[in-house]
DNA sequence: TTGTACGCGTTATCAA
DNA sequence: TTGATAACGCGTACAA
């Protein structure tokens, strides 16, 4: 027996397969690869002799040989929201069975951080880059740029894509629900907001065209803070805008786990629902529907920009890119019982 | 100048770095990893280089050569389930600053697709490997007690770890729910569970434990489904139960999700809670607590599950195996308004 | 369709 | 403490 190599952890090489399967590596590798390029016989043969060997190639020297590893990164801001986990299942889901590999990195809403991890994931020389907004700093910016892989900005468009992009505007968003609050006939309508990040401005930045365009804007009716999205800061800011403004008639929350948090809090102030305080979320989980009274929010095809924003990237991978660069993917404003203050609004349905 | 090698996609190499540095190339490559052991003026020369080139090693040709890749493959069976967010988020913590990257697998509640995970993740020669649960298949088992690296199970502690353990007890968490249940006076408790993967089946073990010490044990007071949860589900599932025991005056939900929906739908059915049904979670998320009524649930550190296996992981990397290969976190049981139907339960507090 | 020669960028080995 | 040399396992380029 020909003596293992100094250092190989002992697992069977592609030359080990070719010994046995009586061919040349290269024809090994080109059956795994590309099979339709190797006569039938032969990859029958290397196939048995894979099986027979329990080989399974080297990722890390393939990456090496052809400077590029199967990998996609994905950079989310956060991996606990509940909107970026359904991104980050889409964007799984629509791998299928490639060989392509998922490579997460958690920016937590810091430019600066995105930075360092586009630095880490570039240093694989991944095949594509998917990234969360359209707010990179400048030097991320630039990494992407030059980074010499199809990349695609998600959860938003806007007028200059690095390459491609899939979103909606948060913007129209957040003035859709507005106008609808403002249409069921609430008046003081108030804005709540965690984290804001970018997008979270954007959607105040609707609610606040909305309100000017109805002539209801009062910087009063605006609370916000930094401090990350939960349910409980859904309740402590309520009760800060009730506090602040007391005639208060309705909000609209910067998402779903705030406007929860509203719900609970009016429950216990015995604020009644919709007609002392309407609500309205956005993104539309399971929960809005189910909560009572259902809550009012804008669903937004979260999972699917995930599983498009792959298709894309495959697409550009495969040198096929895609004809639209820019993808809007819409949103869809979903009115309940929360806001149903006007005869024309959902009516409670019977028990 | 010396033309470009051939294929490079133009990146300094480090060959690069020691010409400009005037060192030899190993000893770049050691006062990258190792600083202390190269001399504090090469290690100087050298780090000017290194920026006035904009080197980033190659992580492939790292790899390659130690027969190792800084990656920690983790095995969740669902990246939306908050709780294995927050183990994943746990996780990415852990890492800190170091050069470890994550590789993250979602199987999908899948023994198949485990396996198939672990084969892909195994050909990238990972650092540690991370799995969740203790019912893997013999061929998982196979691969992960063959991996030649440290591996950590989370999420439960069993018998008979493949190396080392970090969780809990859904067994007793399932119990202790039950009995506090019983002992605020309920009799006619029923379970409600989803998805019904192996830690659900546990907590069902351990109510079936409970109900049948205290001898109020009834098959028809289980409903349980394997689709997976969600809030709308436990409004249907609760539904269910109540139209198979009309007398049912508690739930014990499977986990939180579940919990809201019954939450909603007994609001919905006017059925006073906690008096005319207490109902009970399990992971005891933030909602919980904010819930009106709060809602009892069983706390679990998955948080911290997922920092203390990075820490477990990357102790057992530098050859410092702990001392507890098996380590039980416990849980704790949150006792609110929902399950308080005894004076002795916590009141609702004055507004 | 198949094979040969070589290089990918780094680290392990061993000697100085 | 530092360096020369030889892998690491595979894919590219080119030839047959």
Redesign the interface.
């Known amino acids: 027996m020909k003596p293992r190599s100094r250092?190989?952890?002992g697992r069977p090489t592609i030359a080990d397969v070719a010994r046995k399967a009586g061919v040349g590596a290269i024809t090994v590798s080109r059956a795994l690869r590309e099979p339709e390029r190797v006569s039938p016989e032969l990859r029958e043969q290397i196939a048995r002799a894979v099986d027979a060997l329990g080989y399974?190639?080297?990722?890390?020297?393939r990456?090496?040989a052809s400077?590029r590893?199967d990998v996609i990164g994905v950079l989310v801001p956060s991996?606990?929201n509940?909107v970026f986990?359904?991104v980050?299942?889409g964007i799984?889901d629509g791998l299928g069975d490639t060989h392509l590999?998922?490579?997460?990195g958690?920016t937590h809403y810091s430019g600066l951080e995105e930075e360092r991890l586009l630095?880490?994931f570039?240093?694989?020389?991944p095949s594509a880059l998917i990234v969360s907004g359209i707010d990179q700093t400048p030097a991320a910016r630039a990494l992407l740029e030059s980074a010499?892989c199809p990349v695609v900005q998600i959860m938003e468009i806007g007028p200059d894509p690095v390459d491609m992009m899939i979103g909606f505007s948060h913007l129209e968003g957040g003035r859709a629900v507005t106008r609808h609050m403002i249409e069921a006939g609430y008046r003081k309508v108030g804005f709540i907001g965690a984290r804001m990040d970018p997008r979270s401005q954007r959607r105040l930045a609707g609610y606040r065209a909305a309100m000017e365009a109805a002539g209801l804007y009062d910087v009063r009716l605006v609370t916000t803070t930094t401090t990350p999205s939960?349910?409980?800061l859904?309740?402590e800011l309520f009760r800060d805008a009730l506090a602040k403004v007391p005639t208060l008639d309705a909000v609209f929350c910067n998402n779903d786990?705030l406007a929860?948090?509203v719900l609970?809090?009016a429950?216990?102030?015995a604020l009644a629902i919709p007609s002392k305080v309407g609500i309205a979320g956005f993104n539309d989980l399971?929960?809005m529907?189910?909560?009572?009274p259902s809550i009012t929010s804008v669903r937004t095809p979260r999972y699917e920009i995930g599983r498009q924003a792959i298709a894309m990237a495959r697409a550009a991978i495969a040198g096929k890119r895609p004809a639209d660069l820019v993808v809007d993917t819409g949103f869809e404003l979903m009115a309940r019982e929360s806001t149903a203050r006007h005869p024309d609004g959902r009516r409670p349905p019977a028990?």
């Open positions: 250092r190989g952890g399974v190639p080297d990722r890390n020297a990456a090496l400077a590893a991996l606990t509940n986990a359904e980050v299942r799984y590999q998922v490579q997460l958690n630095q880490v570039l240093s694989q020389k010499g939960s349910v409980s859904g309740q786990d929860l948090g609970f809090e429950n216990r102030a399971d929960m529907h189910v909560a009572f028990p």
